[in-house]
């Protein structure tokens, strides 16, 4: 059974750090696109940061450019979302996906495939 299975979401302050894991069953990562999403209340879903199936090729949101690392451990079929410097504004569910979709616009919702329960991150003082 195919299952992305989230983790690492807290509250945290203004400035702090976070790191998401993203750990994939049923399928491994290397061969697939691997994205974070966000969904904060009364907005839409949104890419924040996306890997590739093609070339490991990477994409951030300009929100989150300089700020949020993704990364992929194909070890451990698992999937990270480093969050450094956080803003109020970045807080929301963070879900993990996976898409077996290999064109250039590898971090549009409507490519994604495979979608993981989603991990609360909430920023606040």
């Known amino acids: 059974q195919l299952q992305l299975v989230e983790s690492g979401g807290a509250m945290v302050q203004p400035g702090g750090s976070l790191r998401l894991s993203c750990a994939a069953s049923?399928?491994?990562?290397?061969?697939?696109?691997i994205g974070w999403f966000r969904q904060a209340p009364g907005k839409e879903r949104e890419g924040v940061s996306c890997?590739?199936?093609?070339?490991?090729?990477?994409y951030y949101a300009d929100s989150v450019k300089g700020r949020f690392t993704i990364s992929r451990d194909n070890a451990k079929n698992t999937v990270y979302l480093q969050m450094n410097s956080l803003k109020p504004e970045d807080a929301a569910v963070y879900y993990c996906?996976?898409?077996?979709?290999?064109?250039?616009?590898?971090?549009?919702?409507?490519?994604?495939?495979?979608w993981g329960q989603g991990t609360q991150v909430t920023v606040s003082s």
């Open positions: 996906a996976a898409a077996s979709y290999s064109g250039t616009y590898y971090c549009q919702i409507r490519n994604y495939d495979y």
């Open positions: 890997i590739s199936s093609n070339n490991g090729s990477t």
């Open positions: 049923g399928f491994t990562l290397d061969y697939v696109a």
